[in-house]
């Protein structure tokens, strides 16, 4: 494995919760295994004040709860932290800037990291403009003397449409598009890049791998926590834009991409624009009818009372915001051409899963006397999380007389090679973005053809009160109106447990 030159990172933010429980831990995750470089350092950078033994204090109880080797004595984290230091920076006050300067020269002139440096931008979406214009403004964007600067920006990446571009804009001022990385953890799971790997190295998929024999497919991503005490963010996002927008958008291009020319950045990502490109837009009718929007009522999950949507810290008492979306959509392109796409998301379900299912098109002629249309198709499940694996449905003759058939499971788990480790999502892009990879980051047109998508989504949703907005119990698979998208004869939503083997026969959720 290649080792990333030296360099600084920089967390923005530094004092957030995505610090805390996912890029220190992830960072650790990455020292472990020998994959950070010879020199290195993390800068944590935030408005709260903090002094360097209060910021590795709380990130060491952020490693002991998150890290892959979480186990380990607090020694190995200590010296781990030693390469961890803080410093408060506050943008109302630019002039901050000039001590973050200064405190990065000297870092680097201590170090010496080569004038390298990553910016992780892990702050209030509001300063994602503001934080690179300030660096751009003090010297601290250029790559330049063999030295280079990278910029890492969370999700999300935007409002709309509008403000992408806007963003995309604020950030070329200063920062090139190759010095740009555009984070969509999903891109980072091990088992959504085997999507890329099940579709690219199976020659038995590719021929069916679209509109003439696959009949629709099915993506779902959903959670059984509620929105816990994210309630500012959440009423200003809602689920089209926390889970939507990106992350399902995300899955739905890999899924459905061309093969790319070669397994390089821009190859992989071109395909992917273009699938976002090609996605039908939504007209009003389709709004009303495709776009099913819900919210979680209170309920009583296994005993335990939990609180409806509006009843949540933060929440407007009339809220209208999503806590689920079902949509229903189509890619005009040559290979997907009719192709209903279902793909919902959501918050209080039975379980947290994330599935993507290939439902194939059922044999022109039934021999056999029990098979039934739907029920006697292929489904090929690729599993994202939990119980990651991939999982065919095939019909089998059911041992004895006359010619029974039954849907049986040809499945693979991750869980089986129980010597593999699987990095975190953020383990991975760190060290991607370490190593100047893009290939798992989003590019500015994708972004925005993301957003052109959901765009006029979110604009009936905001203006057309009329619009339904359905409430469902917590606990459950969300509004049954979500079931109308699905309209021919028996088909339905899969139900999926979290054993993915399991669907069907005993469900653990
Ligand atoms: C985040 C969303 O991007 O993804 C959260 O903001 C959601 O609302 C999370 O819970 C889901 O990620 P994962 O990796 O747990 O599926």
Redesign the pocket.
């Known amino acids: 494995m290649n080792k990333p030159e030296n360099h600084i990172l920089v967390i923005f933010g530094a004092s957030g919760d995505l610090t805390y429980r996912k890029l220190i831990p992830a960072v650790y995750d990455l020292h472990k295994q020998n994959l950070l470089p010879e020199k290195f350092a993390v800068l944590g950078a935030s408005r709260t004040k903090l002094t360097d033994e209060k910021f590795r204090d709380k990130m060491k109880d952020g490693i002991k709860k998150y890290s892959n080797f979480k186990n380990d004595d607090g020694k190995m984290i200590d010296d781990f932290l030693n390469l961890l230091s803080y410093i408060s920076v506050d943008t109302e006050n630019p002039e901050n800037f000039n001590s973050l300067k200064s405190y990065l020269t000297k870092l680097d002139g201590e170090l010496g990291t080569n004038g390298n440096v990553i910016y992780y931008l892990s702050t209030p979406p509001s300063l994602y403009g503001v934080i690179p214009t300030l660096l751009g403004k003090n010297g601290l964007s250029n790559s330049s003397n063999g030295n280079w600067k990278r910029l890492i920006a969370e999700?999300?990446f935007g409002y709309d449409l509008a403000s992408a571009i806007e963003l995309n804009k604020k950030l070329s001022k200063y920062f090139k598009e190759d010095q740009i990385y555009r984070i969509d953890?999903?891109l980072g799971?091990e088992t959504v890049q085997n999507i890329l790997v099940t579709r690219f190295t199976n020659g038995i998929f590719e021929p069916l791998w679209n509109r003439n024999y696959v009949h629709h497919v099915e993506i779902t991503?959903v959670?059984n926590?509620g929105?816990e005490n994210?309630g500012g963010?959440?009423e200003s996002?809602g689920a089209l834009r926390?889970?939507v927008q990106?992350?399902l958008l995300q899955l739905t291009g890999l899924i459905s991409m061309e093969p790319p020319s070669s397994f390089d950045s821009n190859s992989i990502r071109n395909e992917i624009v273009k699938v976002f490109q090609s996605l039908k837009p939504f007209n009003e009718k389709d709004i009303l009818k495709n776009a099913i929007r819900g919210q979680y009522g209170s309920a009583t999950i296994k005993g335990e009372k939990v609180p409806g949507y509006r009843d949540e810290k933060g929440v407007e008492p009339n809220s209208r915001t999503e806590t689920f979306v079902a949509l229903k959509f189509y890619i005009d392109n040559w290979r997907w051409g009719g192709v209903p796409f279902y793909i919902r998301t959501g918050?209080r379900l039975p379980t947290?899963v994330?599935e993507v299912v290939i439902h194939f098109k059922p044999t022109p002629h039934f021999l056999f006397a029990q098979q039934d249309e739907m029920n006697s198709c292929n489904q090929l499940v690729l599993r994202?999380?939990p119980d990651e694996g991939v999982l065919l449905k095939v019909g089998m003759k059911v041992p004895g007389q006359g010619f029974n058939i039954q849907n049986v499971n040809l499945d693979f788990h991750y869980a089986d090679l129980s010597d593999t480790y699987l990095p975190t999502?953020y383990e991975r892009l760190l060290h991607d973005c370490m190593l100047g990879d893009s290939t798992l980051y989003q590019r500015a047109d994708a972004v925005e053809a993301a957003w052109k998508f959901v765009d006029p989504i979110l604009n009936a949703w905001k203006n057309d009160h009329k619009i339904p907005i359905y409430g469902y119990p917590a606990g459950t698979w969300g509004p049954e109106h979500a079931d109308d998208l699905i309209e021919e004869k028996d088909l339905k939503w899969r139900y999926p447990c979290k054993n993915l083997a399991n669907d069907g026969i005993y469900c653990e959720l």
Request: hydrophobic residues 20%; glycine residues 0%.
């Open positions: 999700k999300p953890h999903y799971k991503s959670e926590i929105i994210r963010y959440y996002s926390d889970m990106n992350h918050k947290r994330t994202i999380q999502a």
